[in-house]
């Protein structure tokens, strides 16, 4: 079983970067593919962008492409979100996730087992 806990949230104008991390605790975090998701008020959460366990692919939501990446650092169980020229549409809580399940970068919410706490994102206009 892996922990994972997310921080680097805040507020932050429009046009604005963030980073977020995901903290992992707990079995080898290497033997996890990794995600990102958010969730805004009053809408179901939704895929961010993914990461292979090795972190040699990558994939990404059709809304963050070209502003957002993802990296991972195994020998540190830490997982990154940068986030640039942000929006305010990007407003949510931000979670990261963890799944032995399939080969590769995982898209499927329903594919991930470990769920952090989430961070709250707020960017203003």
């Known amino acids: 079983q892996v922990q994972l806990v997310e921080s680097g949230g805040g507020l932050v104008q429009a046009g604005g970067s963030l980073r977020l991390s995901c903290a992992a605790s707990?079995?080898?975090?290497?033997?996890?593919?990794m995600g990102w998701f958010r969730q805004a008020p009053g809408k179901e959460r939704e895929f961010v962008a993914a990461i292979s366990r090795t972190g040699g692919n990558t994939y990404f939501a059709d809304s963050v492409k070209g502003r957002f990446t993802i990296s991972r650092d195994n020998a540190k169980n830490t997982l990154h979100l940068q986030m640039n020229s942000l929006k305010p549409e990007d407003t949510a809580v931000y979670y990261c996730?963890?799944?032995?399940?399939?080969?590769?970068?995982?898209?499927?919410?329903?594919?991930?087992?470990?769920w952090g706490q989430g961070t709250q994102v707020t960017v203003s206009s």
């Open positions: 996730a963890a799944t032995l399940q399939g080969l590769g970068v995982v898209t499927e919410m329903r594919r991930y087992d470990y």
């Open positions: 707990g079995r080898t975090f290497g033997t996890y593919a």
